[in-house]
């Protein structure tokens, strides 16, 4: 699990990680008229974003667009600014989702979401902590963009349908039927989740084990048909299949220990509104971030982001 070269794109201008401060290009880009409507809902807006693309960065470019958006509308005629702008980062990211899914069609291996730092806000700007688990929302990229925009409004948000068809010009019973294709799919892909203490108990443990490199208390915790996923954006060797069952996974945990990650300190976070894994080299510079998706019969699945790109959030502070 080597780096293969390749620079990363370097901060984006705009943002920063989900739970930082206002970037200074409010201030300095434009006057202060709607900036305080605008950071009212700022964080309901990067939830819906970041829930719908997968990625911290897709996402605040979603929303810096809003902005630029919401500056140059009238809004001595918007009645409701954050209905207005709810709206307009919706429609956005629906059209950022359609040209996302062309891209990871030539993504180099497997994909997955861009996990994102909880601490300061467990639910990302939402009423719920919904469609932000990072095994739902490699799910949810299964769904069409319109029903997983119904899904995260109303499941996370609580957006009631006739509102959701309005943001999305369907009707109510559309949005509804769309909400149902939505959790159908997403429960037939994915055994009921675990309770999130034991979720939290079962990654600490993991976390203890990895520090000590016993694999039989790691084999322990999985479930027979226990998969294993790999993200390594072309910049990391990884592997570029999905894993099946407890051996394969297990030896290939046993290499990523042995060979690369031998030096590597291992501590519990809260990424995605539950615990996850950071593995940090000597010099506290993030490795990986690591997801286990939990039910009750044990770890289902494990999760690798080592994509440089997608562990910036989790860097030295």
């Known amino acids: 699990m080597s780096e293969s070269g390749g620079s990363g794109s370097g901060d984006r ?5 989900a739970t930082s401060a206002v970037s200074a290009v409010y201030r300095d880009l434009v006057t202060t008229d709607g900036v305080a409507e605008f950071l009212d809902v700022r964080p309901q807006l990067f939830g819906i974003a970041y829930r719908m693309l997968g990625s911290v960065a897709e996402a605040e470019d979603v929303v810096q667009d809003a902005w630029i958006r919401w500056q140059r509308t009238n809004r001595d005629e918007v009645e409701n600014p954050a209905a207005f702008l709810t709206t307009t980062v919706t429609r956005l990211a629906l059209t950022a989702a359609t040209s996302a899914r062309a891209r990871r069609e030539t993504y180099p291996g497997a994909w997955l979401p861009e996990p994102v730092d909880t601490s300061d806000d467990p639910a990302l700007g939402a ?5 932000l688990d990072l095994a739902v ?16 409004l109303h499941e996370a ?20 039927q769309l909400a149902r294709r939505a959790r159908l799919a997403l429960e037939s892909g994915r055994a009921a989740p675990a309770p999130p203490g034991l979720r939290r108990r079962l990654v600490e443990t993991f976390a203890a084990a ?3 490199g016993d694999l039989e208390a790691l084999e322990r915790l999985f479930t027979e048909d226990v998969a294993a996923r790999a993200d390594g954006g072309g910049k990391v060797h990884v592997s570029r299949v999905d894993l ?16 690369f990650w031998s030096e590597a300190s ?22 990986a971030v690591l997801a286990l998706d ?15 790109d997608k562990l910036r959030g989790f860097g030295r502070q």
């Open 13 to 17: 201008p705009g943002f920063g990680r």
């Open 127 to 131: 009423e719920r902590a919904e469609a």
């Open 137 to 152: 929302l490699l799910l949810l990229e299964r769904l069409s963009p319109a029903e997983r925009a119904v899904y995260v």
């Open 157 to 176: 948000f609580d957006y009631p349908y006739r509102r959701i068809g309005e943001i999305l010009e369907i009707s109510e019973p559309h949005a509804r």
């Open 210 to 212: 990895a520090r000590d």
């Open 244 to 259: 099946h069952g407890v051996e394969r996974v297990v030896l290939y945990l046993d290499n990523i220990l042995r060979k």
């Open 266 to 287: 291992f501590t519990v976070v809260d990424a995605n509104g539950g615990g996850a894994l950071l593995v940090t080299d000597a010099a506290g510079a993030p490795l």
């Open 294 to 308: 939990v039910s009750g019969r044990g770890i289902e699945r494990v999760l690798f982001v080592v994509n440089p």
